[in-house]
């Protein structure tokens, strides 16, 4: 507005963040139609924040139990003890949630990468990124000897880079939760073990550390495992409503042959 002063040094507006609803309207992929997976990441951050708490559970009652503060009261610590462990099957309902969550992010991931070919070819240009695990080996890696070192984070970074049309998540995201994950995995093969052999002769101090450490890694672990949910979940509804904006001929139904898309025609 004329005779209006602006002032170069105030601060710009902040634009919040807004919640994208309603439906979109895309065409199906190699494995299907996409899913808003919000409500079930709701129930995996639910059962995360469990499994947290149950952890740091473990984490005091093994230095209560150690430094003999709660000596007096041993009979009540074990009680509650044996009531977490009569709950602690949710563990297991944890890591199958959290399996679904990923197999149904592996197929939204799938048909986004149709999508960007797509949107890529009717433009000219040709769709460098490659997509190469299945949805179900997104799960699959992890009971797989040896691969299971470093196949599921293959998986996961293929995900995230196809689920990706705007801002990309943060770069430690990955690559720390990947390495709690490693962590946490060495840690329980180290604490459900019997103490025997080499093991036997550990001394009760450094039985603590081993198990508070365990416990330690579990909730954090927990902690950016629910980042990592959040932020893929909130990235993949970005991004079906960037491909459900646009122009229906750029997202034309994939062809048979594009269902190799990713394994052999990328190589």
């Known amino acids: 507005m004329a005779g209006e002063s602006v002032n170069p040094y105030d601060t710009p507006d902040a634009n919040p963040l807004i919640e994208r609803s309603g439906p979109v309207s895309l065409p199906p992929g190699p494995y299907g139609a996409y899913r808003d997976n919000r409500i079930l990441s709701r129930w995996v951050v639910g059962l995360l924040l469990f499994y947290a708490a149950l952890q740091a559970f473990w984490l005091v009652v093994n230095l209560l139990y150690s430094f003999s503060v709660a000596a007096t009261s041993s009979e009540t610590l074990d009680t509650i003890v044996l009531g977490v462990e009569r709950i602690s099957w949710t563990v297991l309902a944890t890591f199958v949630v959290f399996g679904v969550w990923i197999v149904r992010s592996g197929k939204n991931a799938w048909l986004f990468h149709q999508l960007k070919?797509?949107?890529?070819?009717?433009?000219?240009?040709?769709?460098?990124?490659?997509?190469?695990?299945?949805p179900g080996w997104c799960v699959g890696w992890y009971f797989i000897p040896i691969a299971n070192f470093w196949k599921p984070f293959v998986a996961m970074r293929e995900?995230?880079?196809?689920?990706?049309?705007?801002?990309?998540?943060?770069?430690?995201?990955?690559?720390?939760?990947?390495?709690?994950?490693?962590?946490?995995?060495?840690?329980?093969?180290?604490?459900?073990?019997?103490?025997?052999?080499?093991?036997?002769?550990?001394?009760?101090?450094?039985?603590t550390i081993v198990w508070t450490s365990s416990s330690g890694i579990n909730v954090a672990l927990s902690v950016i495992a629910i980042q990592l949910v959040r932020t893929l979940t909130r990235m993949q509804i970005d991004s079906a409503h960037h491909f459900s904006d646009m122009d229906a001929e750029v997202l034309k139904r994939p062809s048979p042959g594009d269902r190799l898309t990713g394994t052999f025609l990328d190589r």
């Open 159 to 207: 995900i995230f880079r196809a689920s990706t049309t705007g801002q990309a998540a943060p770069g430690y995201l990955l690559p720390f939760w990947w390495t709690l994950w490693l962590l946490s995995s060495m840690g329980d093969q180290l604490t459900s073990r019997p103490q025997t052999g080499p093991a036997s002769h550990w001394n009760d101090h450094l039985i």
């Open 117 to 134: 070919r797509h949107a890529a070819n009717h433009g000219g240009r040709r769709y460098h990124e490659v997509i190469s695990t299945t």
